[in-house]
């Protein structure tokens, strides 16, 4: 019988040496990332709009990897000056991008009926303008370094729900976004996925307008409408994110990956 050999650079993932860009980090699955990179040996660089969740992210980052400070820049990313100075102020710093990791997103609740203008213009130039813009300007960095791109989409972009009608419009343009431009990239050998998220315990659903009450029995529902019984941690979709932007997925282009406790294979009964 043949043996397995067990050699560290099959069960090691390292980014050492490796300059990435992480939106939204401020917070929730960004966080996680940040802190789940910082492990990894990453150089980051960490955007947000509040300057003090960034800071206690970036103490995080470096007390459980003893690494360096992030840098960290502060910003709105619908600013389109904002957007250009998160990517020449990396460049200007580290001197390359390998990654980058586009998660920045709004939720806004409300439906075909009752979702207005200014409701759909704010989603979609956060969770899909912003991406395209910082996408376009990374674009050439991330072809000097054959690096790669993780989009933060949704189940949301798998499956219709209901009641949030502009997030799932722009959570399938990601999607959509994300195979274009890993075909358009693919012959320069950059590689461009996502990962599509369940219910993950952060304060996006708080910030999109639920009250205490309203978000525990959400995540109680949460329960029956994830095949596995359970919301996700934002921790769970670092790790996916993670593998994606890693050289063990570096035959893996144009995927969008559930990080959803299966619920995007489930259907009504």
Do not use: W
Request: proline share 4%; net charge positive.
């Amino acid at each position: 019988m043949a043996s397995i050999v067990s050699s560290p650079e099959l069960n090691t993932m390292s980014f050492l040496g490796k300059v990435v860009i992480i939106t939204g980090a401020s917070s929730g699955i960004g966080a996680a990332t940040a802190q789940h990179f910082a492990k990894l040996g990453a150089n980051l660089t960490l955007t947000g709009r509040n300057k003090e969740n960034l800071q206690k992210v970036a103490s995080e980052c470096i007390t459980v990897a003893g690494s360096k400070a992030p840098l960290l820049i502060t910003g709105e990313l619908t600013n389109e000056t904002d957007t250009e100075n998160i990517l020449d102020s990396t460049i200007k710093h580290f001197g390359k991008l390998d990654v980058l990791i586009n998660n920045a997103g709004i939720l806004e609740t409300g439906s075909v009926e009752t979702t207005n203008l200014a409701q759909y213009d704010r989603v979609m130039n956060t969770n899909v303008r912003a991406i395209y813009h910082l996408t376009t300007l990374a674009v050439p960095h991330l072809i000097t370094s054959k690096g790669n791109i993780v989009n933060v989409s949704s189940v949301n972009g798998i499956r219709a729900f209901p009641g949030v009608f502009a997030y799932c419009i722009s959570k399938a343009a990601v999607d959509h976004l994300t195979r274009c431009a890993a075909l358009d990239l693919a012959p320069k050998q950059v590689r461009v996925n996502c990962v599509n998220p369940g219910v993950t315990v952060t304060n996006l659903h708080k910030r999109g307008g639920m009250n205490e009450e309203q978000y525990k029995a959400f995540l109680e529902k949460s329960q029956q409408t994830h095949a596995l019984g359970r919301p996700g941690t934002p921790e769970e979709v670092a790790k996916t994110i993670a593998f994606l932007a890693s050289d063990h997925a570096s035959f893996i282009t144009g995927a969008t990956v559930p990080v959803d406790g299966g619920r995007h294979a489930m259907c009504p009964r």
